[in-house]
């Protein structure tokens, strides 16, 4: 698989994707997701996106607490702290498939749903201050 299959099928299920750093960015329920894959591996991609906290809105723990979460109650979802220091916080959340084009039209949209619903699930565990 290829990026510019991803980006095919991105425009095909009406997303507006660009090429960023190599890899594909486009927006999804206010979010910006990105898309990868590898010439040394054509049946593996990766859709993610990065959710960026400012250190004085939570805790670590409260971080961690809810990124575990996610991981246990959605499919197929990563996530995993990038960076924690005085300026904040960076979780990544990512889905990672060895598919190909037929199987990745059937599942591209609910990949996306489920990288956003995890990233919601953490700025809601923000939000509450980990009580939720």
């Given at each position: ?106 599942c591209a949209t609910r990949c996306i749903d489920i ?18």
């Amino acid at each position: 698989m290829t990026i510019e299959q991803i980006l095919q099928l991105l425009q095909a299920e009406g997303y507006l994707p660009r090429l960023d750093d190599g890899d594909v960015v486009f927006k999804a329920q206010g979010r910006h997701v990105f898309a990868s894959a590898q010439e040394n591996d054509p049946d593996f991609m990766r859709f993610f996106l990065d959710l960026y906290i400012d250190a004085g809105e939570t805790s670590e723990s409260v971080l961690l607490q809810a990124a575990n979460h996610v991981q246990r109650k959605l499919k197929c979802v990563k996530a995993m702290l990038l960076r924690s220091n005085e300026e904040g916080f960076v979780v990544r959340f990512s889905v990672e498939l060895f598919t190909d084009m037929d199987v990745l039209s059937r599942c591209a949209t609910r990949c996306i749903d489920i990288l956003c619903t995890a990233a919601n699930v953490v700025d809601d565990a923000v939000a509450s201050n980990g009580q939720g």
